[in-house]
């Protein structure tokens, strides 16, 4: 432990400090705890006591969520705890990038913005590309920042239609077993772009566009054969699509638009003899002109915190891939050789 020194932080506005402490000082309490210091409210300074590191850290962190604050910004506890991690790595410097720009706003007129570096490197990526891959694991946001940016577009109307799919594999559950039509059976595995699209639109809205075909939810088969022009086109869940499927998808792609392809690599239900289009997509594809692949982290799961925490103990925990050793090479004699 280095020399406990004191430093102090200075708000501009006091509701801006009120924002930072979060009901119960449960922001400042987190703080306090994951960075060993304390932390007192002197009028409009904090002073902040501990190590010298650790205080330095803890200043930082307070500074960010203050310029947060002062840009409205909400101060939660994935937030709070985001920042945390962004100046343990030494990157607060970041902070000014996030949350700038608003993507869409849903139908409860909440503005959905990007809540991590990555979340905005990801947004900026499918603004700039015509194909833009987003991998990571559950919780960073890849399908419901696509779709923002997907009615986004449609407001713009920048695009004609929204196309959103899903390959309908079964995660331990059978299709043939679920009752009712082909569309009741893969209408739960559509159900998350569903509610993403209800969410942004509403539901009357929603309902609206997709009797006017404007928007279609469908299974990646029906994709098939089909060229999509000025549309924004979403395949979600692509870790599940075999590598035939992911060309014939990517192959659909027509004059005026764009598509996202979003999928965690670390939960493919396929066969074992299969390969998953995902991953060969992304090793494919990597380097090609006007395609991006986006790698979102633990860092950027905006769930609940024990989200974030399951993610990371399971990585920690992944068997290492032993090196297979090469076939043996038998020789086999001819029934004539002695």
């Keep these: 432990m280095g020399k406990e020194i004191e430093r102090i932080v200075n708000a501009e506005r006091v509701e801006d400090l009120i924002a930072v402490f979060g009901s119960f000082d449960e922001n400042i309490k987190r703080i306090e705890e994951a960075l060993e210091v304390k932390v007192v409210n002197r009028g409009e300074e904090l002073r902040v006591t501990g190590d010298e590191e650790m205080a330095d850290k803890a200043v930082r962190t307070l500074e960010g969520l203050l310029s947060?604050?002062?840009r409205g910004e909400t101060i939660d506890e994935q937030r709070v705890r985001y920042l945390i991690t962004l100046v343990n790595e030494g990157n607060d410097h970041q902070v000014a990038q996030m949350a700038k720009d608003v993507v869409c706003i849903t139908a409860k007129g909440k503005p959905i913005k990007a809540k991590t570096v990555g979340q905005q490197n990801y947004m900026k990526a499918i603004q700039k590309n015509t194909v833009t891959i987003g991998v990571g694991p559950a919780g960073t946001g890849k399908t419901y920042l696509a779709v923002a940016a997907a009615v986004a577009a449609f407001r713009e109307k920048a695009v004609n239609r929204i196309i959103l799919t899903r390959p309908a594999v079964e995660a331990g559950e059978r299709l043939g077993f679920l009752p009712g039509d082909l569309q009741n059976k893969v209408d739960p595995y559509l159900r998350p772009l569903y509610d993403a699209l209800y969410d942004m639109l509403g539901a009357e809205t929603f309902q609206k566009y997709q009797e006017r075909g404007s928007i279609e939810v469908a299974p990646l088969a029906y994709m098939r054969g089909r060229t999509l022009d000025d549309s924004f086109i979403i395949l979600d869940e692509a870790q599940n699509t075999t590598r035939e499927q992911m060309k014939m998808f990517l192959t659909r792609l027509g004059f005026g638009s764009k598509i996202v392809i979003t999928g965690d690599v670390t939960q493919?239900?396929?066969?074992?003899?299969?390969?998953s289009g995902l991953k060969d997509?992304?090793?494919v594809l990597d380097g090609v002109k006007d395609i991006?692949?986006?790698r979102l982290t633990a860092a950027d799961v905006v769930r609940h915190a024990l989200v974030q925490a399951i993610i990371?103990?399971?990585e920690k925990s992944a068997p290492r891939p032993e090196l297979k050793k090469p076939p043996q090479k038998f020789k086999y004699k001819r029934k004539y050789e002695k």
């Design 312 to 314: 990371s103990a399971y």
């Design 268 to 275: 493919i239900d396929l066969p074992d003899d299969k390969v």
């Design 281 to 283: 997509a992304v090793r």
């Design 292 to 294: 991006a692949i986006c």
């Design 68 to 70: 947060l604050a002062a």
